[in-house]
């Protein structure tokens, strides 16, 4: 397969809960209000973005029990927003974070092929293997996933959804002729070691295929995983340097699997910071910053991957020398990581904090994505320039925009830094194809669609 031609492309995250977002300024919206996200995707649509992306949360995060009170709470179902969206925009893809650990196979192969009919093959899935307890305590079914199962469960769920979506493809004789219907309707039978079910047809042909996936998860496993089903990786390596190791190690992965290496995407996460001046635009980060992480939230943002209380810290004090407690995750623990894992992060943090010489609060400005040199800070000449640097290095083949301002924090990406990229014959002028596939550049004979081999089913 002939290497891309050169261009970035971007999405847009409303990441809805959590606090990079800046709530309280006087430009900020409501984070649940329809018309917030109308305006962001219109004006994503607007700057030819390929997709409005939204992740997913099945628990409002908690801290020691309660709702954690620094974090904005509410956060829509992906799939009933992303439906009253396709309403109101066009081409611009529509993606749901979808966690394969707490949702059914044929359930959400329904849901969200229906999106993807009802939006003319817009839909995209983000395919989580999110296995935390305090998530899964939201779940009858009781219980969470093991980590080391997270992705051996995810590949059953997987296969199950897609070889759903290919026995949906075939076209039907008359749509109006009920009959033509229960000629097409016999039901797909699926077992293996965690799947015991059989699928009646439900929709008609989807235009395109199968939705476009996503895949965010960064461990090895995740990352094969990724190279076996993925379309695109969104990824948490958004500095240059990182985003090229990222990228080759994909590509690496996918040439040891037969596949063709720039058929998989790398789209990081990526934050912006634009004004006229360089000067000008540097003070705004900081401004930003300090809005983001405050004293309070930076103590706060620690316990929730320490499980205790860390308030005798002083957030402009070193970083914490108490490690993380050690047991089973709670719904105290908020998001954070368990057992093992908690220590083994904290021993990294603390090696950061004391390499780099920054106080807890500071650390936790620079974990969170925000620190200084971290996202993309300047003027929209200035960054277009350091956008170029990726493009040339191939370093990235998009970015997923995390807006620190809603609804407005994409305005001056749309009207200032897209003329810049495009003068430079680095981003889109006009909407590729017809499908969403088709604006991400995937092949239809990419082998991400290839059909789920019989004998696994
Ligand atoms: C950039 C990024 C975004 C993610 N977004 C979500 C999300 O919105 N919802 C979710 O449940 N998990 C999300 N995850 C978590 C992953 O799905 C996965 O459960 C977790 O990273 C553990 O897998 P790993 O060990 O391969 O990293 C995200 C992960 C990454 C790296």
Known sequence: MAEPARQIQFGVFFQGVNFSTVWHWP?????????????VAQTAERGLFSAFFLGEGLRLREHFGKIHDLDVVGRHDAM????????????????ATLSCTFNDPADL?????????LSDGRAAWNMVTTHNAWTGENFRRGGYLDAEDRYTHAESFVKAVFAIWDAWQGEIADRRDATAWADIQHPLAIQDEYYDIEVPRLLPPVPGGRPVTFQAGDSAEGREFAV??????????PEITDALAFAEDIRARSRAAGRPEHDLKTFPGQSFILADTLAEAQEKARYVQESQVTPETAVKYLENFWGRDLSEYDPDGPFP?????????????GSGFQLAKSQELAKTWRAIATEKNLTLR????????QGIGRGLIGTPVSVAD????????????????????VPGGIDDIVNDLVPELQNRGI???AYEGETLRDIFGIPADSPSFAPVPAGIL
Not at 228 to 237: D, E, G, Q, T
Not at 321 to 333: K, L
Not at 391 to 405: K, M, Q, S, Y
């Open 109 to 117: 192969a329904y849901r969200l092929g229906s999106l993807h009919l």
């Open 386 to 405: 350091e956008i170029a640097q990726y493009v040339e290095r191939h370093a990235v083949d998009g970015f997923n925009i995390t807006p620190w301002l």
């Open 321 to 333: 020398d108490a490690d993380p407690v050690v047991q089973v995750t709670g719904s105290t623990r």
């Open 27 to 39: 430009e900020s919206g409501s984070q649940t209000d329809y018309e917030s996200f109308r305006r």
């Open 228 to 237: 076996r089903h993925a379309n695109v990786i969104f990824s948490a390596h």
């Open 362 to 369: 500071e650390f936790v400005i620079h974990q969170t994505g």
């Open 80 to 95: 009933t927003l992303l439906a009253a969206l396709a309403g109101v925009t066009d081409r611009i893809g529509l993606a």
């Open 427 to 429: 981003y889109r002028t």
